[in-house]
């Protein structure tokens, strides 16, 4: 039998970024540590912050549940390796 544990991070709203930023030089790169598993930061890798886009997600009725019409609107941030070289990957 398999251990199973309940990973329930905080997630971070928009004004929790807004005040994370709030004081960061309109030039600073952002990164992002990944973190290896759930909740696990020690062995981290460290991205970098190259995108953002607006996503609303739906769900439409369905016959088991008709009046079903919920969505969710968020940002979608998109990290990349740190610039630098690497192998090829053939």
Request: net charge negative.
């Amino acid at each position: 039998m398999t251990d199973v544990f309940e990973h329930t991070p905080q997630i971070w709203n928009a004004a929790q970024l807004r005040d994370a930023l709030k004081d960061l030089p309109d030039d600073a790169p952002i990164h992002i540590g990944v973190a290896g598993d759930p909740g696990d930061f020690d062995g981290y890798r460290d991205f970098v912050l190259v995108d953002a886009h607006q996503v609303e997600s739906w769900w439409p009725a369905t016959s088991t549940v008709p009046e079903r019409t919920e969505t969710a609107k968020a940002l979608t941030l998109f990290a990349d390796w740190e610039p630098g070289a690497y192998d090829r990957l053939d």
